[in-house]
């Protein structure tokens, strides 16, 4: 399979999760964006396995067979996600940020994407294997660069406010309604 030509891609590292999770992702962003797919899976070998026995058995990834990294897209956007034993963990320090073009959008990854999770203030969640999300209004972005600090200063008092984005009360607050 052909190298990816994208400089910076994601890499999230699961305990033995990934190829579940990268399904999870694909389906759910298939449903709503174009170009969302998985691109290969590579697998441990035995012989691999072998040259990871100096780890500790409660941290080593496999078993021989199992999914080691797999590619895929979101959107256009490569990630990687890999099997990399119970070493790893996610934090809320790295998330994933998905700009929205409507509120249906945001409705719908938002509760896809929090099935067995947690959600949180400011479009922030936590999905079933602990990766977090911000998914926002693509708007939100011009509305807090807005050169009147009035305007972009009542938006963002209306965010902390809100667990999902909710577009119309986003625009209210921007406009002084």
Do not use: H
Not at 57 to 73: H, K, Q
Not at 78 to 87: K, L, R
Not at 136 to 152: G, R, Y
């Amino acid at each position: 399979m052909k190298a990816s030509t994208q400089k910076i891609a994601p890499c999230l590292t699961f305990n033995d999760q990934a190829e579940e999770a990268a399904n999870f992702y694909v389906s759910i962003f298939s449903a709503v964006f174009e170009n969302s797919k998985i691109l290969n899976i590579a697998r441990f070998s035995k012989e691999e396995l072998e040259a990871l026995s100096y780890l500790p058995e409660d941290i080593r990834p496999g078993p021989a067979g199992s999914v080691r990294t797999i590619r895929f897209l979101l959107n256009g956007q490569e990630i990687e996600a890999v099997n990399g034993g119970n070493f790893f963990n996610f934090c809320e320090g790295m998330s994933l940020y998905v700009r929205c073009e409507d509120q249906k959008e945001i409705d719908w990854l938002w509760e896809k994407l929090s099935e067995g999770g947690e959600k949180s203030q400011c479009g922030w969640l936590k999905d079933k294997y602990g990766v977090s999300w911000q998914i926002a209004p693509a708007i939100v972005d011009e509305m807090l660069s807005d050169p009147d600090p009035e305007k972009s200063n009542r938006v963002i008092i209306a965010i902390y406010g809100m667990k999902k984005y909710d577009i119309e009360a986003l625009k209210r607050a921007y406009e002084g309604r």
